[in-house]
């Protein structure tokens, strides 16, 4: 069973996927200044009507392993510690210890 | 024809062949937000899709089988033994929050 805090970023990341299109072109419509002004303030509305997790801003990468939210190297998708560990386990293909 | 407009009529004129929009003033048309990437898909494959299957949904398919959730039945029996020595919940207007205000 993944974190708590795992959770609550993949229900953010579907909100976001599920809501994307649509604040799109709210978000067109809010930048456009050709239109009315009372179309933009509409469309501002709008916008702010979404639910928190609804911005991309919302979702943070986190760990696989431990759902830390600092420290995640992107490519692994792994916290530094957690990214070592499996390093020295020779669980990441490509992956070696080097010394200099 | 003077300079200038020949000048403006040849961007329109270009604009029109190559298929851009005609914007000589620089208005902010929002044109940027809909050439934006939907980045729906990327986000929502960061997390390996597993899902974990809970005993409660195969019950709830298969109820023929009659599987027992240990777990969910000690709960039960714990509960009933807490009843039966007088630990259970209280009932409404007697627990201790509605006792306190009434002193």
């Not at chain 2, 929009?21 to 940027?32: D, V």
């Not at chain 2, 398919?61 to 919940?89: A, F, H």
């Amino acid at each position: 069973m993944p974190r708590a805090r795992i959770i609550r970023d993949m229900k953010a990341r579907a909100t976001v996927a599920s809501s994307e299109v649509v604040r799109q072109a709210f978000r067109y419509l809010t930048h456009n200044t050709t239109l009315p002004a009372k179309v933009r303030a509409q469309a501002q509305l709008q916008l702010n009507a979404f639910p928190r997790d609804a911005r991309p801003t919302a979702i943070h990468n986190r760990c696989l392993e431990t759902g830390r939210g600092r420290g995640v190297l992107r490519a692994f998708r792994l916290c530094r510690f957690q990214f070592r560990l499996k390093a020295l386990e020779g669980e990441l293909p490509g992956v070696r210890k080097s010394t200099w | 024809m003077s300079t200038a407009s020949k000048i403006t009529t040849l961007n329109k004129l270009s604009c029109a062949i190559f298929g851009n929009i005609y914007n000589p003033n620089g208005l902010r048309t929002g044109n940027k937000i809909l050439r934006e990437r939907l980045v729906g898909p990327t986000i929502n494959s960061y997390y390996p899709n597993v899902k974990q299957i809970k005993l409660r949904e195969i019950t709830r398919m298969v109820p023929e089988m009659n599987l027992i959730d240990q777990s969910e039945k000690v709960r039960l029996e714990d509960l009933s033994e807490k009843k039966k020595r007088g630990k259970g919940p209280p009932k409404k207007g007697q627990g201790r929050r509605s006792t306190l205000k009434k002193k």
